[in-house]
């Protein structure tokens, strides 16, 4: 059997040496680096050949790659890195990196084409000059195969390991059985699914209520399908730690139910949360555990991935145990997991770093998305950048002097974009160039700067560093699938305005992710429409939709439909009344825990003061702004069996999805509220730009969106097979054929 390995990949394994070091940063976005290799490739002379594959074999290691250009003419391989700042401040081992890979390139050419010797080339090329630095060595043929054959000879003990590792994972994943005695009602089908999406190659979109196992309903079917697939990852990513935890815990009980299964699993977690110096910078200079990371990451890695199972903790410990940081550890060994658990944006942000990996060594991935009725809305977030004048303004007094001059002009630029803006509120059709220009110059001027003074520590400067470089790469690529406005302060002298690129559509940079993977399976309770996520993340159109059967029954929660009130903002305060009579006379024929939501503060206090007023006997309590985590867990620390009372909390919010209270910790829920976003002139421009680009503007931008709030809110009543308890939709518009056509099949609802 043969170890594919692609050069990149492996020159990082056996060259990569000295301390990490993060001070020649940043790199260029991926669209500067394919224009710099565009532009490069121009200048070339006619016969130029670029992105060739190149495939090398070495005992039973399989190399391969892309070399970035070749010119027969010269016979001069080139690898072309672009970057920003000063050539001189790239670390040693970043240049020794940089040969490497090119002389496996080199010998890979030769090999091809049977040449006797090379040139080889390193062309850096300066994004913001856009001039090159070319480095040029001539080989022979036999030194550059005595070079290959060396780091191949280094890389094949591990090759040998992965190879014997990839085999017994995938023996025992073949005979691995289900870690239950039964599969739950609806479980097998979901679980049949994603095997045969799998399998197929394709893409699943999955339905599925709560109760019925769906983190190892979807787990078990994917390991199952990675030794006929080929597959060499699975990614489960979340939107939340919960989410993540589940993951974990599903894993662990995979790993337990069968012993000889050698099943890698690793927690991805936030740089935030994972830095042990967070008053340190990312260098051997300032932050011990970055001193020497490459010399001693071989052990740090190999005692890694004897343990396994490496949650947040494990790989912690393991990481100190051997003085490397934890959150760099955590992305080298996912090179080397058979499982990932982590954050949507590790696969499907801008700057991804498991969608980079999937791409540069060809694996071949599953991916799995837990309540992916999250991800239109964090996905557009990804996709959205904002620049704060006042922020600005601060920056401007306080930053080096060698920055002023660049900061003022970007000031002018920006002043003259809403000097004739009447409205608070302007959508405009695209993004003038001349204050493009003057972003990128401020990004080029503040890269220099930072450069030259790599101890100069300024968070001010930093963050609007970072966002200007994502408001100047997502300007690169604006179109229909977002919005540049223009909010202008109530004192616009002073305050000035807030620049937004604010994306509507996230489907445009989400296709690309979902062809990359063997298949991609998102579920949720809440998927319908399932047009509306298929068109908004840009699904393929071969995705297949299922609706799993649910393992409730209408006999379990009386669905009532409260027609006489209306919760519009016009008339919330005649409806204060009758949501307060109608809550205690609930709670009178069926004293126990209740949630009741809302669409804001302000409707929740309202309703709070006048139940609290009219009936005191009855306990409540409420959820207020910035909860910190303590005190959500005291808010939900109150509903036990025993208890008694009514928790009145936001819909959308923290208690609204994602917490579990089987039983009788939970009897039942009140909706006062469609869940409709806000009326104002952002959302009506997301109405208009959907309804121009999908034909359903009302729909996309307010009811769906809405809806499936009141469906995950409304979900929090019925968690197991044994529960029994009512939800009562608080509004004349449930009554609706269209909305209810939005509510779950298994209800029966009472108008």
Not at 7 to 20: C, I, S
Not at 242 to 258: F, H, T
Not at 470 to 492: C, M, N, V, W, Y
Not at 666 to 677: E, H, Q, R, S, W
Request: aromatic share 10%; with cysteine; proline share 5%.
């Amino acid at each position: 059997m043969k170890y594919k390995v692609a050069v990149r990949e492996l020159t990082e394994f056996t060259a990569k040496q000295g301390d990490l070091d993060l001070r020649f940063t940043p790199s260029p976005s991926a669209q500067e680096g394919i224009a710099g290799h565009a532009l490069v490739a121009a200048r070339r002379a006619a016969g130029y050949q670029t992105e060739v594959s190149l495939t090398g074999e070495y005992k039973h290691l399989t190399v391969r790659g892309r070399a970035d250009g070749y010119d027969p003419a010269r016979r001069q391989l080139e690898e072309i890195k672009t970057y920003r700042g000063d050539l001189e401040r790239m670390p040693a081992n970043h240049r020794h990196l940089h040969w490497a890979q090119v002389k496996m390139y080199g010998w890979l050419m030769c090999d091809k084409l049977g040449l006797d010797d090379i040139r080889i080339a390193l062309v850096y090329f300066d994004i913001a000059s856009q001039k090159e630095t070319v480095l040029v060595e001539q080989h022979s043929a036999a030194a550059l195969k005595q070079y290959f054959e060396e780091q191949c000879e280094f890389f094949l003990a591990w090759a040998e390991q992965e190879l014997a590792h990839r085999a017994a994972r995938n023996e025992a994943l073949t005979a691995l059985r289900f870690p239950h005695a039964t599969f739950r009602p609806g479980q097998r089908q979901l679980a049949e699914a994603v095997y045969r999406a799998t399998t197929n190659g394709c893409c699943l979109m999955a339905e599925a209520p709560t109760g019925i196992g769906k983190t190892i309903g979807t787990l078990f079917p994917l390991l199952k399908a990675c030794p006929g697939q080929e597959l060499d990852k699975a990614f489960y990513l979340a939107a939340k730690t919960s989410g993540r935890g589940l993951a974990l815990d599903a894993l662990e009980r995979i790993r337990q139910s069968a012993p000889d299964l050698p099943l890698r699993v690793l927690e991805l977690t936030a740089r935030d949360k994972a830095c042990e110096h967070p008053d340190k910078a990312c260098h051997g200079e300032s932050c011990p555990l970055a001193q020497g990371f490459y010399d001693r990451l071989p052990q740090a890695r190999s005692a890694a991935l004897a343990h396994g199972a490496l949650g947040k903790e494990a790989l912690r410990h393991i990481a100190l145990d051997h003085q490397v940081c934890p959150y760099y550890l955590a992305q080298e060994l996912a090179r080397w997991c058979d499982v990932v658990v982590g954050d949507y944006n590790y696969y499907f942000d801008s700057s991804a770093m498991l969608f980079g990996m999937t791409t540069a060594n060809q694996w071949r991935v599953g991916v799995l998305v837990d309540e992916a009725h999250n991800l239109v809305d964090r996905a557009r977030k990804m996709y959205t950048a904002e620049l704060d004048q006042s922020d600005f303004h601060f920056l401007r007094q306080s930053a080096p002097a060698a920055l002023k001059k660049s900061l003022e002009r970007l000031n002018r630029a920006w002043n003259a974009l809403h000097k004739d803006q009447e409205k608070s509120y302007q959508v405009y059709p695209e993004i003038p160039e001349k204050f493009a220009f003057a972003i990128l110059q401020v990004i080029a001027d503040i890269t220099d700067f930072m450069a030259e003074n790599p101890t100069h520590i300024d968070s001010r400067l930093q963050r609007f560093y970072f966002d200007a470089l994502q408001f100047s790469r997502l300007a690169e690529t604006f179109g229909t699938h977002s919005l540049f406005d223009i909010t202008k302060k109530p004192d616009a002298r002073r305050a000035g305005s807030v620049l937004c690129i604010r994306n509507i559509v996230p489907a445009p940079f989400l296709t690309p992710r979902f062809d990359a993977a063997r298949s991609v399976t998102l579920f949720s309770a809440t998927l319908s429409p399932w047009q509306y996520y298929s068109d908004t993340l840009g699904l393929p159109e071969n995705t297949v939709c299922i609706d799993v059967e649910s393992p409730f029954n209408a006999e379990q929660l009386s669905v009532r439909v409260a027609g006489r009130i209306s919760t519009r903002y016009q008339h919330r305060d005649d409806s204060l009344s009758p949501i307060v009579a109608l809550m205690a006379g609930q709670y009178e024929e069926k004293p126990g825990n209740y949630l009741a939501f809302f669409s804001s503060f302000d409707y929740l206090q309202k309703v709070a003061e006048l139940f609290k007023a009219r009936h005191p006997q009855i306990p409540m309590w409420e959820q207020s702004r910035g909860m910190e985590e303590a005190e959500r867990e005291q808010f939900l620390a109150r509903f036990t069996p025993d208890s008694r009372g009514i928790g009145f909390a936001v819909l959308g919010g923290p208690f609204a999805e994602g917490i579990d209270l089987p039983g009788e910790r939970l009897v039942g829920a009140f909706i006062a509220t469609l869940g409709l976003p806000q009326l104002n002139p952002v959302n009506e421009q997301i109405r208009e730009r959907m309804h121009a680009a999908f034909g359903a503007g009302y729909d996309y931008a307010y009811l769906f969106p809405g809806m499936q709030k009141v469906v995950q809110a409304a979900g929090r009543v019925i968690r197991t097979q044994t529960d029994r308890g009512v939800v009562w939709l608080i509004d004349d518009r449930f009554a609706r054929m269209n909305v209810q056509r939005l509510l779950p099949r298994w209800w029966k609802v009472e108008t």
